[in-house]
């Protein structure tokens, strides 16, 4: 639920703050499960083991190039 639908959903019902308040709360609710879903899920499916790719760099020299250092 973005913040605008919200505001344009809530416009009608700022006469009725009960209502208005009401709507919050089933507001705040809804985030908190979906927060908590959330958080239950990424924690379930957590593992260690799964590193992230990483590139792999390589540095390409010319042969001739270091024949001066040496």
Do not use: G, Q
Not at 7 to 20: F, G, I, K, T, Y
């Amino acid at each position: 639920m973005h913040l605008r639908h919200f505001v344009s959903d809530c416009r009608p019902l700022v006469a009725d703050r009960a209502e208005l308040d009401a709507v919050i709360s089933r507001a705040r609710h809804a985030l908190d499960a979906y927060m908590d879903s959330t958080c239950r899920d990424i924690l379930a499916n957590f593992d260690l083991k799964v590193v992230t790719f990483r590139k792999k760099r390589k540095i390409v020299i010319a042969d001739e190039a270091l024949d001066d250092v040496l």
